[in-house]
C-alpha cells in the first residue's frame, strides 16, 4: 500500500516536459504495490473467515474491492468535471486537464495514506492452523458437509 501512495503522490509531479521512462517508472510502482498489497489483503480477509464462509467473504472482498475502484472514477470524474466542465478533451484544455490531475492525485494518495492506517490497525493476521485450511475441511477429508466420510 506504501509503494502504491508513493506513486500516487509522484504522480502528482506530472508535467508535459516528465520524460516517459520515468512516467514508466511511477506506474510500475503503482502496479508492484498493488500487487505487494492484493495478496497480503486477501490472505487477512479470507483467514478472518470460518471455512464454511470463504464463498461470503470472497464475494464480500470483490465487492468492496470494486466498490472502492467505482468510488475513486467517480471522485476522479468529479474532479475532471469541476476543472474542465462538460467539453471534450482537446489540446486547448490540457492546462485544466494537467489541474485536475495535481488536484485528483494528492487526494488519491491521501486517501492511500488512511489505507495504510487501516492495515496497520488492523493487527496481526490470525495464521490458519492445521486442519482448517480449504483443502482440509472436514477433518482433512476434503468433504464440505457435516459428518459426510471422504
Not at 500500500?1 to 516528465?18: I, N, S, V, Y
Not at 492484493?38 to 465487492?63: D, I
Request: charged share 10%; glycine share 14%; with cysteine.
Amino acid at each position: 500500500m506504501a509503494g502504491t501512495t508513493l506513486a500516487l503522490g509522484a504522480l502528482f509531479f506530472l508535467d508535459p516536459a516528465t520524460p516517459l521512462p520515468l512516467l514508466v517508472a511511477d506506474l510500475a510502482l503503482l502496479g508492484v504495490g498493488f500487487a505487494f498489497f492484493s495478496s497480503p489483503n486477501t490472505n487477512a480477509v479470507m483467514s478472518s473467515a470460518p471455512p464454511a464462509r470463504y464463498a461470503v467473504a470472497s464475494a464480500v472482498l470483490s465487492t468492496m474491492r470494486l466498490a472502492g475502484h467505482v468510488a475513486s472514477m467517480g471522485l476522479v470524474m468529479l474532479v475532471f468535471a469541476w476543472h474542465m466542465g462538460k467539453e471534450p478533451l482537446a489540446e486547448p484544455l490540457y492546462p485544466r486537464f494537467q489541474a485536475s490531475l495535481r488536484t485528483a492525485f494528492p487526494i488519491l494518495a491521501g486517501l492511500g495514506g488512511l489505507g495504510i492506517l487501516a492495515s496497520l490497525a488492523r493487527g496481526e493476521v490470525r495464521r490458519a492452523s492445521p486442519g482448517t485450511g480449504p483443502a482440509c475441511i472436514n477433518g482433512g477429508t476434503g468433504t464440505v458437509g457435516k459428518g459426510e466420510e471422504g
